[in-house]
């Protein structure tokens, strides 16, 4: 079996696959938007699934759980307005020109996108206890589109 190195370089693989699919297929908005649909709720159900249960399990039920869940949760939220407010915004638009934008906006989206998944998959190695098949998944289709 792949150890969790060797399963996070595939989960990340995903991000060179689908750009070298962008610039080798014509896909239509729709079908881009099916997909990338398919990739959030798929991250989302391996995040409700795997990991909140997990973290349930072995929480110390003292309201640690939650208050991680709220704090990664308003992270998102602050980073998402700050990376609108930065340009980030036109890039939502499916054109064919670059738009306007600020690089840095492009790097803090990736930085927020990145961290969690990282984090998941590199104390899966740290901690031995691997990583599942459903997170590696998840986080291989989310970031295909």
Do not use: H, Q
């Amino acid at each position: 079996m792949w150890g969790a190195l060797g399963w996070g370089l595939f989960a990340g693989s995903s991000l060179i696959l689908g750009g070298v699919l962008a610039l080798v297929l014509p896909i239509k908005e729709r079908v881009l938007g099916w997909i990338m649909a398919f990739g959030a709720g798929v991250l989302i159900s391996a995040v409700a699934y795997e990991l909140v249960a997990e973290a349930f399990e072995t929480s110390a039920w003292n309201g640690s759980l939650g208050l991680g869940l709220a704090a990664g949760a308003l992270t998102f939220f602050v980073g998402d307005l700050i990376v609108d407010r930065m340009g980030g915004d036109g890039r939502k638009k499916m054109r064919r020109t670059a738009g306007a934008g600020s690089g840095l906006a492009i790097v803090l989206g990736i930085v927020l996108d990145g961290i969690p998944e990282s984090a998941v998959i590199g104390l899966g190695l740290l901690e031995d206890t691997g990583v599942s098949v459903a997170v590696i998944a998840a986080v291989f289709l989310s970031n295909l589109p």
